[in-house]
């Protein structure tokens, strides 16, 4: 993957938390591949463990997911970083058909600095991220007094309030052995 050119105006740098995700395919590969791929848009910080969980919402008879999450450190603007991301999504045989359908590879940036938008095109932070146990519990393994910008709740306040809710098996080692070629 080519980096995508600076905004105008970037920032000198940024923190991102992303929440990766994936469900078809082989998503152990796919995750792995995303995580190398991120490295093009700025400086990975941090890679969570991976929780497998159960599906949340869309249509039934989904696969298990893995997620994990990843805090980049970037000086792309948060609408050029989260179309990289979608571009990542793409590579990756992610088709957009059907809400919370499964899928080879969901990027979200969960945040971007303190900044909120409420932009219909880019929601800052994500909007449902602080009520999901499978993207919170990865951000506490990064982060675990990252607050949300709008409402002030550290992660693990927000993660102890909802309870597990589905996480399943954590694995702190899954990012070895190193990922090959992109899926395909």
Same mark, same amino acid.
């Given at each position: 993957?080519?980096?995508?050119?600076?905004?105008?105006?970037?920032?000198?740098?940024?923190?991102?938390?992303?929440?990766?995700?994936?469900?078809?395919?082989?998503?152990?590969?796919?995750?792995?591949?995303?995580?190398?791929?991120?490295?093009?848009?700025?400086?990975?910080?941090?890679?969570?463990?991976?929780?497998?969980?159960?599906?949340?919402?869309?249509?039934?008879?989904?696969?298990?997911?893995?997620?994990?999450?990843?805090? #980049? &450190?970037?000086? %792309?603007?948060?609408?050029?970083?989260?179309? !990289? $991301?979608?571009? @990542?999504?793409?590579?990756?045989?992610? =088709?957009?058909?059907?809400?919370?359908?499964?899928?080879?590879?969901?990027?979200?940036?969960?945040?971007?600095?303190?900044?909120?938008?409420?932009?219909?095109?880019?929601?800052?932070?994500?909007?449902?991220?602080?009520?999901?146990?499978?993207?919170?519990?990865?951000?506490?393994?990064?982060?675990?007094? #990252? &607050?949300?910008? %709008?409402?002030?709740?550290?992660?693990?306040? !927000? $993660?102890?309030? @909802?309870?597990?809710?589905?996480?399943? =098996?954590?694995?702190?080692?899954?990012?070895?052995?190193?990922?090959?070629?992109?899926?395909?």
């Amino acid at each position: 993957m080519t980096r995508p050119a600076p905004s105008p105006n970037p920032p000198a740098h940024a923190d991102a938390f992303i929440a990766l995700g994936a469900n078809l395919g082989d998503p152990l590969r796919t995750l792995r591949w995303a995580v190398t791929q991120l490295g093009a848009l700025g400086r990975v910080q941090g890679v969570s463990a991976l929780y497998r969980t159960a599906p949340v919402g869309g249509p039934p008879g989904q696969p298990d997911y893995l997620n994990a999450a990843a805090q #980049l &450190r970037t000086t %792309l603007a948060p609408a050029v970083l989260l179309a !990289a $991301l979608h571009a @990542l999504e793409a590579q990756a045989g992610r =088709e957009r058909h059907e809400r919370w359908a499964a899928r080879t590879l969901d990027l979200d940036l969960i945040t971007y600095a303190d900044l909120i938008s409420t932009d219909p095109a880019l929601s800052l932070p994500h909007p449902r991220a602080w009520e999901r146990p499978f993207v919170l519990a990865p951000l506490r393994d990064l982060q675990p007094d #990252l &607050r949300s910008p %709008l409402s002030g709740e550290r992660v693990q306040d !927000a $993660l102890r309030r @909802l309870g597990n809710g589905g996480l399943g =098996e954590r694995d702190p080692h899954w990012l070895r052995p190193h990922p090959g070629p992109p899926p395909s």
